[in-house]
C-alpha cells in the first residue's frame, strides 16, 4: 500500500493470490486459528469499536469506540435492525420485540459480562465468519479467511454465525472452539448469549436476500423466544459500564 511518487493523489494496495479449495476448514484446525487471532487480538485503546466504519453486507457499521460492550452491541443491533426494516418494510411485530430486545434482552445477557467484578477484553473479531467466508489453502492445506466486517469485540460475537443450523460451520465448530478460548463468565448465559448474537447474523441475511423471508422469520422466532425470556430484564443494581 502506498502512493505514487509523481502524483501525491493516486494510491495503490497490492494484495498477494491465495489459491482456495471449494472445501470448508476442518473442525480442528479453525477454530483453533480463530481463538488465537482472538487471543492475540488486544484491542490496542482498550476499548469496543474499530478506527474506520466496516460494512456488514451493504450496511454500514459506524463501529465508534467505546468503553462498554453493551453500549457497542446495542448500537450493532439498532443499526442492522433499522436496515433490515428499510430492505423488507416495517414488521410492527418485529419493532416491539426490537425495543425490549435493547431495553431488557441485551442488559440481562451483556451486562454481566462486565459488571460484579467481570470484565471483558476487546478481541479483534472477523465479524462475519461463516462458511461463505472461510476456505482452505490449496497449497498448504491450512485455512482461511476473508470479507470480514472487523472490530474489537466481545470475542464470543464471533460465534453467532457458528450457531446457525443453515451453515456448515455449526455447534462442532463452538466446543471446538471452547477448548481453546474459555467460555465468559456468567457461564450459564452461554447459549442465550450465542441465539442473541446469531440474531444479528439473521437480521443482516434478511437485509441481503430480498426475495426470501425465511431469514426474518428464523429472525422473529429467536425474537419472541428472548423477549419472553426475558422480559424482566436486567435485575442487578449495577448501571452500564461508564465511559473511561
Not at 470448508?24 to 490496542?44: R, Y
Not at 464470543?156 to 471452547?178: D, S, V
Request: with cysteine; net charge negative; glycine share 6%.
Amino acid at each position: 500500500m502506498g502512493t505514487y511518487a509523481s502524483d501525491n493523489d493516486v494510491h495503490f494496495y497490492l494484495m498477494g493470490f491465495v489459491d482456495m479449495t471449494d472445501d470448508v476448514p476442518d473442525v480442528e484446525s479453525l477454530p483453533a486459528k480463530v481463538a488465537e487471532m482472538h487471543l492475540k487480538g488486544i484491542s490496542p485503546n482498550g476499548k469496543f469499536g474499530f478506527i474506520v466504519p466496516t460494512n456488514m453486507g451493504a450496511c454500514t457499521q459506524q463501529n465508534e469506540w467505546t468503553s462498554s460492550w453493551e453500549r457497542s452491541f446495542t448500537s450493532i443491533m439498532k443499526t442492522m435492525f433499522e436496515f433490515e426494516q428499510e430492505m423488507h418494510g416495517q414488521n410492527d411485530e418485529m419493532c416491539e420485540m426490537h425495543q425490549v430486545i435493547l431495553d431488557k434482552v441485551i442488559p440481562r445477557l451483556l451486562r454481566p459480562l462486565e459488571t460484579g467484578g467481570k470484565q471483558i477484553q476487546p478481541r479483534i473479531v472477523h465479524g462475519d465468519l461463516w462458511d461463505g467466508n472461510a476456505s482452505v489453502d490449496a497449497t498448504t492445506d491450512k485455512p482461511v479467511i476473508f470479507d470480514a466486517s472487523g472490530m474489537y469485540a466481545h470475542n464470543e460475537y464471533e460465534l453467532g454465525a457458528w450457531n446457525l443450523p443453515r451453515h456448515k460451520m455449526y455447534r462442532a465448530y463452538i466446543r471446538e472452539y471452547q477448548k481453546h478460548f474459555p467460555i465468559s463468565a456468567p457461564e450459564e448465559d452461554i447459549e442465550d448469549r450465542l441465539i442473541l448474537y446469531r440474531h444479528r447474523f439473521d437480521l443482516t441475511s434478511s437485509a441481503c436476500y430480498l426475495n426470501n423471508m425465511r431469514f426474518r422469520e428464523l429472525a422473529i422466532e429467536d425474537m419472541r423466544y428472548l423477549t419472553k425470556k426475558y422480559k424482566d430484564g436486567y435485575q442487578g443494581a449495577e448501571e452500564m459500564k461508564p465511559e473511561s
